[in-house]
């Protein structure tokens, strides 16, 4: 199983990026994909999340400005990041998650975002 994100990199405030997570090795279609964020001496948080249905939910310091989608045939998620402010600085990670009886659970290795001027 592979979770490859890209789209990273240097923006200004108020700038956008779009960040992409290609899977492999997964049924990407029944998977929830979730985006999180840790920065330095912070505790990773939860960005945006789209289940399996296509029902999305939001972090609150992102609703408004950050938008998560996915294309399952592309096995790919993305995450349209506008208004980008310096506190949203971090390393993005991609997360897969499935459950019957068992959780299925996998990481990207993550992209970094940094927001300054």
């Known amino acids: 199983v592979q979770l490859v994100e890209s789209g990273g990199g240097l923006v200004q405030p108020g700038g956008s990026l779009r960040l992409s997570c290609a899977a492999s090795?997964?049924?990407?279609?029944?998977?929830?994909i979730a985006w999180y964020r840790q920065a330095p001496g912070v505790q990773r948080e939860l960005v945006a999340v789209?289940?399996?249905?296509?029902?999305?939910d939001y972090g609150e310091t992102v609703k408004g400005r950050f938008t998560i989608s996915r294309d399952n045939a592309k096995n790919t998620a993305f995450l349209q990041m506008n208004d980008l402010k310096p506190e949203d600085t971090a390393v993005y990670y991609c997360?897969?998650?499935?459950?019957?009886?068992?959780?299925?659970?996998?990481w990207g290795q993550g992209t970094q975002v940094t927001v300054d001027s």
């Open positions: 090795g997964i049924i990407f279609s029944i998977y929830s």
């Open positions: 997360n897969a998650y499935y459950t019957d009886y068992v959780i299925y659970k996998y």
């Open positions: 789209i289940n399996s249905g296509g029902s999305t």
